[in-house]
C-alpha cells in the first residue's frame, strides 16, 4: 500500500522557535509537495521539489523553507515561527513525467504557533 | 491563469438523496481535473480524475463526475448519499507538464441521517 508519512500529527510551537515539519514516501516518487490548509482556502502549494536536491517556490514561500536530501523525505522548516502559520501542513507525493497524474497525500500535520 | 471556484462551502443532504458538488474552472488549454475527499484528520486521497479520455468520469465510492468543456464544470455526484461520504471535497485542476495543481476552497458535506 502506497504511503506517505509525516512526522508529526499535532505540535504546539511558540513564536519565534525553528520547526521542522518531516515527510517520507516510500513510492519511489520523484515529486513532493509540501502545501498549507487553511478554511475556506483549500490547500495552498508553499514548495514543491521535482529531484534530490532540487526546489521551487509555490505560491506561499515566504516564511518558509525545504530540504531533499533523499528522495524519499523532504522537511518543511520555519525558521522563526508566527502565529499566523499556525495551520494544517500537508504532504504530497506524486510520479513525473509532466505531474498529470495523482497526488498522494500524508495525514496531515497540525501546527499551533503561541 | 487556472483557477478552481467550488460553489457551495457547506452542503446538506438527507441519507439516500442525491448529492451534487460543484465545480468550475478556468484554464487556457484543457486541463486535467481531480476529485480529492479528506475524512476528518486524514490527509486528501483521489476520488476520480479526467485526463481526456471519457468525459463522464466514475470514481471510488460510488461518484461519478461529468466533464463539460462548454460549461468549464466538473460537478461531482452521486445518487444516494450515505452516512460514510460526509467529509470535505475539493475539486483540483492541473496542467500537462505542470508541477502545480490549483485546489478549489473545498465543499464540506453534510449526511443527514
Known amino acids: 500500500d502506497v504511503k506517505v508519512t509525516q512526522s508529526s500529527r499535532y505540535l504546539v510551537k511558540r513564536t519565534g522557535e525553528k520547526v521542522f515539519l518531516e515527510c517520507v514516501q516510500d513510492?519511489?516518487?520523484?515529486?513532493m509537495f509540501w502545501y498549507r490548509q487553511d478554511p475556506g482556502l483549500g490547500l495552498r502549494l508553499i514548495y514543491f521539489?521535482?529531484?534530490?536536491?532540487?526546489?521551487e517556490k509555490g505560491d506561499i514561500p515566504e516564511g518558509y523553507s525545504v530540504s531533499r536530501e533523499k528522495k524519499e523525505r523532504f522537511s518543511l522548516i520555519l525558521e522563526s515561527a508566527s502565529t499566523n502559520q499556525t495551520s494544517m501542513y500537508l504532504c504530497?507525493?506524486?510520479?513525473?513525467?509532466?505531474?498529470?497524474?495523482?497526488?498522494?497525500f500524508g495525514e496531515g500535520s497540525r501546527l499551533t504557533v503561541l | 491563469a487556472q483557477s478552481v471556484t467550488q460553489l457551495g462551502s457547506h452542503v446538506s443532504v438527507s441519507e439516500g438523496a442525491l448529492v451534487l458538488l460543484r465545480c468550475n474552472y478556468s484554464?487556457?488549454?484543457?486541463?486535467?481535473l481531480f476529485w480529492y475527499v479528506q475524512y476528518p484528520n486524514q490527509g486528501l486521497q483521489l476520488l476520480l480524475k479526467?485526463?481526456?479520455?471519457?468525459?463522464l468520469v466514475k470514481g471510488i465510492n460510488g461518484f461519478e463526475a461529468e466533464f463539460k468543456k462548454s460549461e468549464t464544470s466538473f460537478h461531482l455526484t452521486k445518487p444516494s448519499a450515505h452516512m460514510r461520504d460526509a467529509a470535505e471535497y475539493f475539486c483540483?485542476?492541473?496542467?500537462?507538464?505542470?508541477?502545480?495543481?490549483?485546489f478549489g476552497a473545498g465543499t464540506r458535506l453534510f449526511v443527514k441521517a
Open positions: 504530497a507525493s506524486s510520479f513525473a513525467a509532466g505531474f498529470t497524474g495523482e497526488l498522494f
Open positions: 513510492m519511489d516518487h520523484e515529486n
Open positions: 521539489s521535482y529531484d534530490v536536491k532540487m526546489k
Open positions: 484554464s487556457s488549454v484543457p486541463p486535467y
Open positions: 479526467y485526463t481526456s479520455a471519457a468525459t
Open positions: 483540483a485542476v492541473a496542467l500537462t507538464g505542470g508541477f502545480k495543481t490549483i
